[in-house]
C-alpha cells in the first residue's frame, strides 16, 4: 500500500508511463494483497491533468473520505491510478478551490509561461526546450501582425507532432483538431474572444477587441489538453484494461468500479475496450467532468451515420451502469472543448452553452452534456440519482450542476468535484451497500 497519509485503507496505487506500461511491482502488490484484505469492492480512480503524483493524491484523499461512512458495512478497497498528464499552473485543481499560481498571478504580473508551467511543458514534449522557449519569449513580447502568430502556430504544431507516440494506438475518435491545421491567427482570434466573453459573461458584444495573444496562450494549452487526450486512452487501452483482466483471474470475487475525473474519465472508458473477452468483473463506471466526445458510445454517428463512437457498445462490458455527471458550469468543456476540436468560422460572439450552438453538437464533450446518440440513456437531476435506485446497466446521464458549479476562468467548475454527493453516487453506481 502507498501513501499512509491517504484518508482511506486498504489503499493501492498503480503507476502507467504514457505507452501503458504499469509498475509491475505495485500492480503485484495489488492483486495479491486486495484478497487478504478481505475486499469485495475496489473503487478505482483515475485522475485528469495534474503535474505531479501529490496533486492526485491529494485528490483521491479529498475523494475517498467520506466513503466509509457512506457505506459502513462494505468491504471496501481503493486505488488511485497515477499516469503522466499535466496541468497549466494557473489552473484550479480538485484539492484547491485555487492554485497557489493563479493567486500569485493576480498579485503580481509574470512571464506567461511560469516555471512550473515550462518543467511541466518540458516533461511533456521531451527534447523541444528551445521551442517551448521559443514560446514562451513571444508570449511575453507579443510581436506585432499575423506573421507572429503564424510563427507560434507552427511552433505550437511542432509540440502536436511529437504528442504523437510512434506505434500507439489511434485512440482518438475525433481525429485531429482542425484548430492545429487552420490559419493559427484566426484560431487566435477565436480563443480570445471566447476569453473575454467567459470572463465577462453577458458584456454586449463589442465592449472590447480582445488580443489575439490572450487566445495564443490557450492554443498551447490546448495542444497540451490533446496530447493528455491521446495519452489517456493508450493508457486506459494498453494499460489499465489488461490490469483489471489480471486482477479478475487473481481475485475473481472482487467488484471493481471505475471512476474517472476529465481525461482520467476517458481514461477508465478506453480501459472497457482494454478488458479481456470474459471478464465481468466491472460493475460500475462513473465519468466526472469527462473530456472526451459524447458520441464515444454512440453505434452511428449523427453527422456521420456511416461511423461509430470509438468506444461502440462498450458500456455493455460493465455488468451495471455507466452514469456520466455533466454540468453546464464547466467552462472547459463547454466553451473550450469544442473551439479545440473545431473552430466554427462562425464570427458570431461565443461563449458557455453558446459555444455548442455555434459549432453544432458535433464537438461535444461528456461533461458538458452527457452521453449522446446512445438510445435508451436515462437522464436524471443529482437529487433524483441519489434517491435511486440507478437503472441496474445502460448509461445514464446525471446534471450534476447543483454541486459542480464553482469555479474561474477559464476552466470554470470543471475541478469542482469534490463533493459527498458524487461520492455518494459512485457507491450508488456501484450498488455498494
Known amino acids: 500500500m502507498a501513501d499512509p497519509g491517504m484518508s482511506v485503507s486498504p489503499y493501492w496505487e498503480l503507476t502507467f508511463d504514457a505507452d501503458g506500461d504499469v509498475d509491475g511491482p505495485e500492480r503485484d502488490h495489488l492483486t495479491t494483497q486486495v484478497t487478504e484484505h478481505g475486499v469485495r469492492d475496489l473503487l478505482v480512480f483515475a485522475h485528469g491533468w495534474n503535474n505531479d503524483r501529490s496533486g492526485a493524491t491529494a485528490l483521491y484523499r479529498r475523494f475517498f473520505a467520506p466513503v466509509p461512512a457512506l457505506a459502513p458495512r462494505a468491504r471496501l478497497g481503493y486505488v488511485g491510478v497515477i499516469w503522466p498528464s499535466m496541468r497549466f499552473s494557473d489552473e484550479p485543481i480538485p484539492d484547491f478551490p485555487k492554485s497557489v499560481a493563479a493567486v500569485a498571478a493576480q498579485t503580481a504580473p509574470g512571464p506567461a509561461l511560469d516555471k512550473d508551467t515550462r518543467r511541466a511543458l518540458l516533461e511533456t514534449f521531451p527534447g523541444r526546450a528551445p521551442v517551448i522557449d521559443q514560446l ?3 508570449l511575453d513580447e507579443r510581436p506585432v501582425g499575423d506573421g507572429g502568430l503564424t510563427e507560434f502556430g507552427r511552433l505550437v504544431r511542432l509540440l502536436v507532432d511529437d504528442g504523437r507516440r510512434p506505434g500507439a494506438a489511434d485512440t482518438d475518435e475525433e481525429g485531429e483538431p482542425t484548430v492545429f491545421t487552420e490559419d493559427p491567427a484566426a484560431a487566435c482570434d477565436e480563443f480570445a474572444g471566447a476569453l473575454a466573453a467567459v470572463r465577462s459573461p453577458g458584456a454586449p458584444a463589442g465592449f472590447s477587441i480582445p488580443n489575439p495573444w490572450d487566445g495564443a496562450k490557450e492554443l498551447l494549452r490546448q495542444a497540451t489538453y490533446y496530447t493528455m487526450k491521446r495519452r489517456a486512452g493508450t493508457v ?13 483471474q487473481a481475485a475473481p470475487g472482487v467488484r471493481v468500479h471505475l471512476v474517472g475525473h476529465s481525461f482520467g474519465g476517458r481514461l477508465v472508458s478506453f480501459a472497457l475496450r482494454g478488458l479481456p473477452d470474459g471478464v465481468g468483473t466491472v460493475k460500475s463506471v462513473t465519468l466526472l467532468q469527462g473530456a472526451f466526445s459524447h458520441y464515444a458510445f454512440a453505434d452511428r454517428l449523427p453527422q456521420d451515420p456511416g461511423k461509430a463512437g470509438a468506444l461502440r457498445g462498450r458500456q455493455r462490458r460493465i455488468d451495471g451502469p455507466l452514469v456520466c455527471c455533466y454540468s453546464h458550469f464547466d ?4 466553451t473550450f472543448y469544442p473551439l479545440a476540436s473545431r473552430l466554427s468560422g462562425d464570427d458570431r460572439s461565443c461563449a458557455g452553452s453558446e459555444i455548442a450552438a455555434v459549432l453544432g453538437p458535433e464537438w461535444g464533450a461528456m461533461g458538458h452534456d452527457g452521453v449522446q446518440a446512445v438510445p ?12 435511486g435506485p440507478l437503472p441496474a446497466s445502460g448509461c445514464v446521464n446525471v446534471d450534476a450542476a447543483a454541486v459542480v458549479c464553482h469555479g474561474g476562468p477559464p476552466s470554470g467548475a ?6 459527498p454527493e458524487l461520492a455518494r453516487l459512485v457507491l450508488a453506481a456501484g450498488r455498494v451497500a
Not at 331 to 334: K, P, T
Not at 376 to 387: E, F, K, P, V
Not at 414 to 419: F, Q, W
Open 236 to 248: 486506459g487501452e494498453h494499460g489499465l484494461g489488461p490490469v483489471v483482466g489480471q486482477l479478475a
Open 414 to 419: 470543471h475541478s469542482d468535484i469534490v463533493h
Open 331 to 334: 467552462s472547459a468543456l463547454g
Open 376 to 387: 435508451g440513456t436515462a437522464r436524471l437531476d443529482l437529487a433524483s440519482a441519489l434517491a
Open 136 to 138: 514562451a519569449r513571444m
